[in-house]
């Protein structure tokens, strides 16, 4: 079984550029899910998708942070303009749902907005 | 809202040892409580997980505690190996809010096996 992909896995940016990352989920899983992790800490969670609709973006800075899940399958996560502190690796998750818990993790795009 | 704290921030242990790493969480409502792997640079792995109706759970040399009285879980690995070196993430599953399965990480324990 493929596994979550991202792309890119760096990106190196100068503030208030834009910035853009995918996602392709596992074959089959409904879920979708962004994580930001920073250094040192736990990854936290931007945003969850059903299929093509969010479900959480409670946590998402929307002013600049905007995400897509046109057809149920890959997903964007774009940084409109960026911030030094927005440098930190963004994790795409994904889950089969049905009362499946465990959530899968791709390698993420590591980011530094310089 | 959930907030799930992760100590110790650092272990160090013998090859050989047993390692513990232990987690609080503040909502009693949470039912779910994944343990992930990361190895430097690399994703996240799940390496084992409970849920709220099991006290515990072995799988091979890890094993993890749930005391739901007191809000926290555990988990443990015996006879370390230099290969269990990692950042080691607890994460409870808030089942309230707009979102379902969604899940509050601790901040990691980096475990350093030395041979």
Redesign the interface.
């Known amino acids: 079984e493929a596994g979550v992909a991202q792309s890119p896995r760096y990106k190196i940016i100068e503030k208030r550029q834009s910035v853009a990352f995918w996602c392709n989920p596992i074959s089959g899983h409904a879920t979708l899910y962004w994580y930001q992790q920073i250094l040192g800490q736990g990854p936290k969670l931007l945003i969850q998708f059903q299929n093509n609709g969010v479900v959480d973006d409670s946590q998402l800075p929307k002013d600049r942070f905007s995400a897509e899940r046109l057809k149920g399958v890959d997903s964007t996560l774009k940084i409109q303009p960026a911030k030094l502190e927005d440098s930190a690796v963004y994790l795409c998750a994904s889950r089969l749902s049905g009362g499946l818990e465990t959530q899968y993790f791709g390698p993420g795009t590591r980011l530094l907005v310089l | 809202g959930e907030n ?1 704290e ?1 100590h110790p921030s650092t272990l160090s242990v013998q090859e050989g040892d047993s390692a513990v790493i232990k987690c609080t969480y503040s909502d009693s409502a949470s039912n ?1 409580f ?1 343990w ?1 792997k990361q190895e430097l640079g ?5 390496i084992i ?1 409970i849920r709220s109706n099991v006290g515990e759970k072995k799988d091979q040399r890890i094993a993890v505690t749930l005391n739901k009285t007191a809000k926290h879980f555990s988990l443990h690995i015996t006879e370390t190996q230099p290969e269990d070196s990692a950042v080691y ?1 607890c ?1 409870a ?1 808030a089942p309230w ?12 324990t980096r475990l350093a096996v030395h041979p």
């Open positions: 799930v992760q779910y994944p992930y690399k994703r996240p792995q799940l997980d993430f994460a599953k809010g707009g979102g379902y399965n969604k899940l509050i990480f601790g901040a990691g």
